[in-house]
């Protein structure tokens, strides 16, 4: 097992108290697994990811563990976090376009990070270069500022610079939304490729096109208002999701088979609530079309009504019973 | 950066260290004085006066006579005599034996060339002079005779020693430019000091020990330098006169009552007025303008004036409230008692309030202040120039005295260029003046400034009030043509001129500007002073003043024990 | 700190039954009871020149800065706005206002003038302190003009400056507040240099006369430090109070600045 | 990269004329008549003021009309001739200007040179040190707001009459003339010190805090954050974001040349140090043109030049501006 993530629960401070971005998470992520993320913006899946490898102020720790191929990694910690950051996790973040040093040659960059985490930069090298003709960038871009490449080149750039050391977990957070289509396709295949190659032992996409996860994900969270909704296989997702919420987003998006537009998740109605003081019981119940009493009172818990297919609702459960 | 520039300096003084204090001056051969030079030394050209560096006129260059105001009395300098020896003829006796500092003779030819550059060049200061001069006749080396289209025996007097000779030999070969607008790098004098350096904050001067007068008079000026400093603010001089840093300081320094107390200085006087007096502050009115158009009107300012307060606060005591003909204490014995007697002002609210009613100025629309009789209000400025605080402080108290008669009277500070924009042209209603009041041998300069003739839109030194009067003109031309000693002419002459000079006030005398002059005994001592066992010089480095005797004064230094 | 001083302004001429500079006392005399500040020269209370020259620092700040700032938003804005040529021309205005020594320019206009009023040179001041407001109007307005709702705007057929001034400029405020204060602050600061080289006003008190006025009658070497020292600390406590108050709303408006 | 620098010059060219045709234009608007200013000084007899005002007035060719007095000023501005002061006749301006430069650079290079330096360092070393940047800052935002003048006249107070330990006017003492020895260079370093150090003062608190800033923000850059993601230590992310944070501080420095010649100005005058800043409000009080003018155009080419030389930097140390694809021409 790559990843479990127990009950994580990780607050933003600001002035005017606690938002809760990420109000207590449990899931796993299998080895060789490419686990999509997907949600409205603001639903705590980029705060996931942060909190797994970059958790500093404002956001503050407040419970749960995270253990990586059975090594808890003590993320409240900046310090102690930066033996697995890079090596063991990593992440090509959202602004991979302007994630490198603008007034530094790429290469020299690169050597000056390895350099500062004891990594012998000679010996890296060449594989370094195998995996530039991968993503089918020129060696020249090693002494070229970032500023001389373009998006696309840039993102494929970070994403190798990411994975060289191998780790175990790669979190791509909206790694597609900047760009056009075809080049999100390229992106995406890459993903895979990497995984296959074991660049990466396992992968979390973040996203909020669900449709770039049908492409490459083997499994699919659906996240809302700081909680999980629903987890299963991509196929179950798309074809018989139990959630409402994740219903709602999947009948938004054009049926299957047809070429997938960028469909955003925007077609569901209301707005998903402050989670300054989330509200009592289902977060998702004012916007939910079978919400009754019971969800507004009592939380419902993330639980795996099918094998490897968890869901948090009320109605579902009660269909179970 | 900075590092680099000092190790590179400090290597070229490790090469050049075999000079190393050829250049320090021993401060017991050192005089160190300021007050003149209002910039960095930039003229050595005694043909253009006021821009020369302290000294060049007077211990560099020198004039026929000497003159000293204080005992009336003429000495002869470069000349050995002079006389009228008819009319309108003067007969010049240069005296033997002097050399240029360049080792030539000084003869009659350098007069007779230095007379005649006024001749030739219009630039010259003292082109004028030739209206009435008409030819200088060389007799022989020694002697020289001046003749006259018109004698006018006062100014005479006063080019006998302000007019400084140079050097025939050099000079007659320079462009008319090079006279009359050249800088004269390295000037060759006669005097008793030598060009040595500049700087851009001081002029030093080094003793000429070849100096004729050491021979032939004996004199021998006391300190080897001179290093004269400008002005760069009374607030440095007077830091440097506390720290005994500077021996003569010949400018306005505030509160020098207390440094005189604290035993910092000595001045002329031991207690107020502390000095001599240089000059006369005026107030001029503005006669183009309404009111002051009108005789009772500027007499009932003169009543309003309360001089003494601007002598208290202003000055702190450091001047005298001035007789009210104004003319300075050297010339008393010209005052004409009774004139002033009968005619004569002091401060005197109520006084000048009761001229203001009977003239017919009264307070109509009750602001407080009085409209003139025709009924138009009364709105009038006094200006002086901005950044001379005590006059900026005087023309405050003037203000107030006037308003408090019912006069609207109020202080304004333009520039210097304003001022003086505003003083020439005739656009101001009032302001204070004393450019041309400086002590000299003879009243009629002082007159000849304030009763200037004709008026005209610009009125470029003199008579800003634009007082336009035959009569007073006349005399004042008169003046000028009587002899220099025959007192009683000048003393008849001058009442009559005193008499209409009181009844119109066409200006105001206030206050005697001091000769400013804080002496330092740390190094030099034995400074000219009112003390009987001193000697008794305008102890002064302005120009002009050296040729008044401070030139003696330096002679008669002596190193303090 | 700002509003102490604001506040001495209003209630001080109320604090002193001096006029600034009546002669009140004897000369010279350093801070009592009955003169807090001591005395010049001639007698004149120091402290009633101080709260009397508190005023023109405030009156030029806020002429000065305030027309500085407007100037700033009209150029920052129409260049930013409207970019293209109409930036490109702004733009190297704004270079070349910004390049010239305005303060040495100042220095000839306010000679130009033989009588001079603080209200003048505030203006003066405004007029040639525009340069830094406008570039930095500028750039926000270029990073606000791409927004999706001035897009809107635009599309809803909106005239530019209805444009600007509904739409960017309240998006803004923060920022135009914290140039304000800034520009503020500067012209407090050029207007007492000019005071002090005795190029400010030729009439009335500041803070910048008061001490062209002791350092002209020598109070350094006198030693009499009450004269010059509170004019100039007054106007390093109120520009520094500002900058501060600036950074706490610098820190309040971008939260990246803020220390946690 | 062309078009940049093309831009610049245009604007310096721009910049230069503008600069050049008001320093012509300001001080003939002035009140006031130099010669009358001229003569004013000289006390002479009225009459002879009469005749000298017409000949000098002919002599600074102030009789020719306005529009050939503007063409003859850049005629003779290109033979290098700045004309004849006024104030100090019969000197030749240049010959002036040229005597107080030496002082300008002496004082305001290494000022400007190291409070930047040292500013920077400081600045970068406070930002995100919790205890030094509660202290530092608001003592920094003081020095910045505090008049040049006055920390001078402080300075001047305290060192100079206090404690009596550095003289607090002119350049060298006055019991020497200019010359090579250990003393001179003693006596002249001592006299710079005051000035120098009021200069350096308050600039260095304006680069502290600027640098402070900056660097902020670059720490919070999106390139920080992936070097920290990507466990990059400290040192690191602190190096590149203080190389980066430099450059805004470059154009800063370029921008602030007016300031802070503003500032050498009124130093000079508080000490008396015998530079342009000095030169220049003798200039302005006495009236003279062609000084003023000389001064002025001094002080532009001055600026305009350090702002070129900036550029020139701003382009070697920032790949960007290199590569051409500047967005925004300081």
Not at chain 1, 106 to 120: A, F, N, P, V
Not at chain 4, 98 to 118: E, K, T
Request: charged share 15%.
């Amino acid at each position: 097992m790559a990843l479990q993530v127990e009950n994580l629960k990780v607050y933003y401070q600001t002035l005017k108290g606690d938002v809760k971005a990420l109000d207590g998470t449990t899931f796993t992520v299998e080895d060789g697994e490419i686990m999509g993320l997907a949600g409205e913006s603001g639903c705590g899946k980029s705060t996931l990811n942060n909190s797994l490898i970059l958790l500093k102020p404002p956001m503050r720790f407040v419970g749960g563990k995270a253990k990586l191929d059975n090594e808890e990694l003590p993320v409240w910690d900046m310090q102690k976090m930066n033996n697995f950051r890079f090596k063991k996790i990593s992440t090509i973040p959202q602004y991979a376009m302007d994630a490198m040093n603008p007034t530094r040659k790429i290469g020299k960059m690169t050597s000056e990070l390895l350099g500062s985490r004891k990594i012998d930069f000679k010996s890296i090298l060449p594989e370094l270069k195998r995996r530039l003709d991968l993503v089918e960038l020129s060696h020249d871009v090693m002494n070229m500022y970032p500023i001389e490449l373009s998006g696309g080149m840039k993102q494929r750039m970070v994403m190798v610079l990411s994975t060289l050391l191998n780790p175990s977990l790669l979190i791509a957070d909206e790694i597609t939304s900047a760009l056009d289509v075809s080049t999100q396709k390229a992106v995406a295949k890459m993903l895979v490729e990497f995984r296959d190659r074991e660049f990466v032992k396992s992968l979390i996409v973040i996203t909020h096109d669900i449709s770039i996860l049908y492409q490459i994900a083997d499994g699919i969270m659906i996240m809302y208002a700081g909680k999980l909704a629903e987890k299963a296989s991509t196929e179950v997702i798309i074809n018989s999701p139990r959630h409402p919420y994740t219903k709602l987003l999947i009948s938004s998006l054009p049926d299957i088979g047809i070429k997938y537009s960028q469909k955003k998740l925007t077609g569901i109605p209301g707005k998903p609530p402050l989670l300054l003081d989330p509200p009592t019981g289902c977060r998702f119940r004012e916007r939910c079309p079978v919400a009754f009493e019971k969800c507004l009172n009592e939380e419902p818990p993330f639980i795996e009504i099918e094998k490897g297919h968890f869901i948090a609702c009320w109605k579902e459960f009660e269909k179970n019973a | 950066m900075f590092k680099k520039i000092t190790l590179l300096v400090l290597l070229i003084v490790f090469l050049f260290s075999g000079m190393a204090f050829a250049q320090v001056y021993e401060r017991s051969e050192t005089i160190y004085t300021t007050g003149t030079m209002w910039g960095p030394p930039s003229s050595w050209n005694p043909i253009t006066p006021w821009a020369v560096a302290t000294g060049t006129r007077g211990l560099c260059y020198e004039s026929l006579f000497l003159y000293d105001p204080l005992t009336d009395e003429y000495t002869p300098w470069l000349a050995e005599s002079g006389e009228w020896v008819s009319s309108n003829v003067y007969e010049l006796k240069v005296r033997k034996g002097i050399r240029w500092s360049d080792g030539a003779m000084f003869t009659a030819d350098d007069v007779k060339f230095t007379f005649e550059l006024g001749k030739n060049y219009e630039g010259v200061f003292y082109s004028t002079m030739w209206k009435w001069l008409t030819d200088v006749e060389k007799v022989n080396d020694y002697t020289l005779k001046f003749h006259f289209s018109k004698a006018l025996y006062q100014e005479w007097g006063n080019v006998m020693y302000t007019m400084m000779m140079v050097p025939n030999h050099i000079w007659k070969d320079r462009t008319e430019e090079e006279v009359t607008a050249g800088a004269n790098e390295n000037p060759v004098g006669s005097g008793a000091y030598l060009y040595e350096s500049h700087g851009a904050d001081r002029m030093v001067w080094v003793r000429n020990d070849k100096w004729w007068a050491t021979d032939l008079l004996g004199l021998k000026p006391a300190p080897k330098r001179m290093v004269d400093l400008i002005n760069a603010s009374n607030n440095v001089s007077l830091g440097m006169v506390l720290k005994g840093e500077l021996d003569l300081s010949n400018n306005f320094l505030p509160g020098v009552a207390d440094l005189v107390n604290w035993g910092y200085v000595t001045t002329f006087y031991p207690e107020a007025p502390y000095m001599l007096s240089a000059n006369t502050a005026f107030l001029f009115m503005n006669l183009t303008k309404k009111p002051m158009d009108d005789p009772a009107f500027r007499r009932a300012v003169s009543f309003a004036i309360n001089v003494n307060q601007i002598v208290n606060i202003a000055y702190a005591n450091l001047v005298e409230a001035t007789d009210p003909t104004g003319l300075l204490p050297t010339w008393s014995k010209y005052i004409d008692k009774d004139v002033v007697e009968k005619l004569g002002f002091s401060y005197n609210p109520e006084q000048a309030k009761a001229i203001l009613a009977d003239a017919g100025y009264k307070d109509v629309d009750g602001d407080g202040f009085v409209e003139a009789p025709d009924g138009s209000k009364i709105e009038l400025s006094i200006i002086v120039p901005f950044g001379w605080t005590d006059w900026m402080e005087s023309i405050k108290i003037i203000a107030k005295g006037c308003q408090t008669v019912g006069i609207n009277l109020k202080a304004e500070y333009p520039d210097f260029g304003g001022y003086t924009a505003k003083l020439y042209g005739g656009t101001f209603d009032m302001g204070i003046n004393n450019f041309g009041s400086q002590v000299s041998n003879t009243p009629w300069t002082f007159y000849d400034w304030l009763f200037r003739t004709p008026v005209q839109a610009q009125m470029n030194n003199g008579n800003f009030s634009r007082y336009d009067n035959e009569k007073i003109f006349d005399l004042v031309v008169e003046l000028d043509k009587t002899p220099i000693d025959d007192l009683a002419g000048m003393q008849e002459v001058i009442s009559q001129i005193q008499e209409i000079q009181l009844t119109d006030m066409p200006a105001i005398p206030l206050w005697y500007n001091g000769l400013w002059s804080q002496v330092s005994n740390a190094v030099w001592t034995n400074w000219p002073s009112a003390a009987e066992d001193t000697p008794n010089y305008l102890p002064c480095t302005w120009n002009n003043y050296w040729e008044m005797g401070a030139v003696f004064m330096l002679c008669e230094l002596e190193l303090a024990k | 700190m700002v509003l102490f001083f604001l506040v001495l302004t209003i209630v001080g001429p109320l604090l002193t039954d001096f006029a600034p500079d009546d002669y009140v006392g004897p000369r010279a005399r350093p801070p009592s009871s009955e003169y807090w500040f001591g005395t010049t020269t001639f007698g004149q209370d120091v402290f009633t020149q101080f709260v009397y020259g508190l005023f023109p620092a405030f009156l030029i700040g806020l002429i000065g800065g305030g027309l500085a700032t407007l100037i700033g938003m009209i150029i920052g804005f129409l260049a930013g706005y409207r970019g293209g040529i109409v930036d490109e021309f702004l733009n190297m205005f704004t270079n070349i206002v910004l390049v010239i020594p305005t303060f040495a320019l100042l220095l000839i206009i306010a000679a130009y003038l033989t009588v001079r009023g603080f209200f003048v040179e505030a203006i003066f001041i405004g007029f040639t302190a525009w340069p830094w407001a406008a570039r930095a109007i500028r750039a926000q307005t270029f990073s606000l003009r791409s927004r999706d709702f001035v897009d809107l705007a635009r599309i809803s057929g909106m005239s530019p400056l209805k444009i600007i001034f509904t739409e960017i400029a309240p998006n803004m405020m923060s920022y135009l507040v914290m140039v304000f204060i800034l520009q503020f602050g500067g012209a407090i600061l050029i207007a007492a240099t000019l005071d002090f080289i005795g190029l400010g006003p030729t009439t009335g008190i500041s803070l910048g006369l008061m001490m062209n006025n002791a350092v002209l009658w020598g109070a350094l070497h006198l030693g009499m430090w009450w004269w010059f020292i509170p004019p100039g600390a007054a106007i390093a406590a109120i520009v520094g109070a500002l900058y501060i108050t600036n950074v706490g709303l610098d820190e309040v408006f971008n939260p990246k600045l803020r220390e946690m | 990269m062309k078009r940049y620098f093309a831009r610049k010059l245009l604007i310096y060219l721009l910049t230069f004329f503008f600069a050049v045709t008001i320093d012509w234009l300001i001080p003939r608007f002035m009140p006031g008549n130099p010669v009358q200013n001229l003569l004013a000084r000289a006390a002479l007899r009225a009459e002879a003021a009469e005749v000298m005002y017409g000949y000098f007035t002919r002599a600074f060719g102030l009789d020719v009309p306005i529009w050939q007095q503007y063409l003859n000023f850049w005629n003779a501005l290109f033979h290098g001739d700045l004309g004849i002061s006024v104030y100090l006749f019969p000197q030749p301006v240049i010959k002036i200007i040229m005597r107080a430069v030496p002082y300008d650079i002496f004082l305001l290079l290494p000022a400007i040179l190291l409070s930047w330096i040292a500013g920077n360092k400081f600045g970068a070393f406070a930002a995100r040190t919790k205890w030094l940047d509660n202290t530092v800052l608001p003592f920094g935002y003081i020095l910045t707001a505090t008049p040049y003048m006055w920390l001078g006249i402080l300075l001047a107070w305290v060192f100079g009459l206090v404690l009596g330990i550095f003289p607090i006017s002119g350049a060298y003492s006055l019991a020497m003339a200019p010359h090579f020895s250990w003393i001179f260079i003693w006596s002249t370093l001592r006299h710079w010190f005051l000035p120098f150090a009021s200069l350096f003062l308050v600039m260095f608190g304006g680069w502290a805090i600027g640098m402070r800033n900056m660097i902020i923000y670059e720490l919070e850059a999106d390139y920080s954050h992936y070097l920290e993601a990507l466990g990059a230590p400290r040192k690191l992310i602190r190096k590149y974001a203080f190389r980066n944070a430099i450059l805004p501080q470059i154009t800063g420095l370029a921008l602030q040349l007016g300031v802070i010649v503003a500032g050498a100005l009124v130093t000079e005058i508080v000490f008396s140090y015998p530079g342009i800043g000095y030169l220049i409000l003798a200039a302005i009080q006495n009236q003279d043109y062609f000084l003023i003018q000389g001064c002025f155009l001094f002080i532009i080419v001055g600026v305009l030049l350090a702002n070129f030389a900036i550029d020139i930097i701003y382009v070697i140390v920032d790949p960007r501006t290199r590569i051409g694809m500047a967005g925004e021409t300081a």
